[in-house]
């Protein structure tokens, strides 16, 4: 029997459909023509998947894509189909994921879901992939679809982002984060929290980070200085929730986007009363050292003018002796008497000193005497008291000690 057949093509000479008068035969091998074309364009989708996929039946791996061989580090597909790409996990997982396995195949779990896994490439390195799961039939036999991505970048970068904020948020000083645009604290770490009271609920209403200042005016400096890429840095008076006041260390910095826009400004706060209390502390010491010190010279000062006003008499009184008729005794007796008072005003001279030595002001001089003469003027001044007692004052002077030297013989 003579048959019309019109056979449909797209522009790729692709079958996309038939008209007229077939008989069954004829159906079934334009069939076949249609689903080997649909296949063709299924596996070609396939290969160009940007993410690894492989097709895992009971016991092996059936089917894998370019991107998965990327992905694991592997040169030949035969490399991998015809053994079970547990190969590929870190030990520890193996066995839970062939019971998982199993037990999608057992029961036909067609819903599909997603894990985060370990794969090792061949080259042993380590690289986290996460993995969407779902059951299909593939070549008549019930199979596992395995797509998965590596996301082993996105994991660290989330890692040194989970370690950054649990250092942010477990660290000594408070630290705020700001929104710029309207002033809102959008973080608070414990301390900040512990420091000041407030949640950020609560530290939000009062109107932010610059409600937190004893004058309002050098929140507003610091808030308007950071805006305008200034760094700030100072030591203020804060108020925490309970209205106590406390003297706090600022240090506050803006942060930029990638196109140097300011996102949010950063504040971190060190509470500083305790220094603040020693320093006002020690301030007052300082002040009372120095009015201690002031009275003090100001006593000696008046003592040393009381009594020189009558030792200068005594000196006086001696000269007059020494100028009328005396006996050899008595001159001698009137020149250790001189001796004695002159020394005694040079004590009293000393003793004003003592301010001059605590002011780094005292001034030794330097001068040419008679180390011989000064010794025996010293034995004489002590020799009329030494005498009462019964004491007999001597001195010897090595030869190897120069008779003249340089030195402040009054001191």
Not at 148 to 156: L, Q, S
């Amino acid at each position: 029997m003579e048959v019309y057949v019109q056979i449909i093509v797209d522009d790729n000479n692709r079958v996309i459909g038939t008209s007229g008068t077939l008989n069954d035969i004829t159906k079934r091998k334009v069939t076949e023509m249609e689903l080997g074309d649909s296949e063709n364009r299924y596996r070609t989708l396939v290969e160009l998947y940007p993410e690894g996929l492989f097709v895992h039946n009971r016991k092996c791996v059936s089917f894998v894509n370019d991107q998965a061989l990327v992905l694991l580090g592997v040169k030949n597909k035969e490399d991998i189909i015809g053994r079970a790409f547990t190969r590929f996990l870190v030990r520890y997982e193996r066995e839970r994921i062939l019971s998982l396995l199993d037990s999608l195949l057992r029961k036909q779990i067609s819903t599909p879901f997603e894990q985060e896994l370990t794969f090792i490439r061949e080259d042993g390195t380590e690289i986290i992939v996460e993995v969407g799961i779902s059951v299909i039939t593939y070549e008549g036999e019930l199979s596992v679809l395995c797509v998965f991505r590596d996301i082993t970048a996105r994991k660290n970068e989330q890692l040194e982002l989970l370690r950054i904020t649990n250092a942010v948020e477990n660290a000594s000083d408070a630290i705020g984060i700001t929104y710029q645009c309207t002033g809102k604290v959008i973080f608070m770490n414990k301390s900040f929290r512990k420091m000041f009271g407030y949640s950020l609920k609560e530290i939000n209403e009062i109107g932010g980070g610059r409600g937190l200042y004893a004058n309002p005016a050098i929140g507003r400096e610091v808030f308007q200085s950071l805006l305008e890429r200034q760094g700030w840095h100072g030591e203020v008076e804060m108020v925490n929730k309970d209205g106590q006041k406390m003297w706090v260390s600022v240090r506050g910095n803006f942060v930029e986007d990638h196109r140097g826009n300011i996102i949010s400004l950063l504040g971190v706060h060190t509470d500083i009363s305790e220094r603040k209390a020693m320093e006002e502390e020690l301030r007052a010491a300082r002040d009372a050292a120095l009015e201690a010190s002031k009275a003090k010279s100001e006593f000696l000062a008046t003592m040393s003018h009381e009594i020189r006003t009558p030792l200068n008499a005594i000196i006086g009184i001696a000269d007059l002796l020494s100028e009328s008729d005396l006996s050899e005794e008595q001159e001698q007796y009137v020149r250790v008497y001189k001796r004695a008072g002159e020394n005694l005003l040079s004590i009293i001279n000393a003793i004003l000193d003592i301010s001059k030595i605590e002011s780094g002001e005292i001034r030794l001089s330097n001068q040419v005497f008679d180390l011989r003469n000064l010794i025996e003027q010293k034995i004489k001044l002590f020799s009329v008291l030494a005498k009462k007692k019964t004491i007999n004052l001597e001195y010897n002077m090595s030869q190897d000690v120069p008779p003249i030297v340089y030195g402040d013989p009054d001191r």
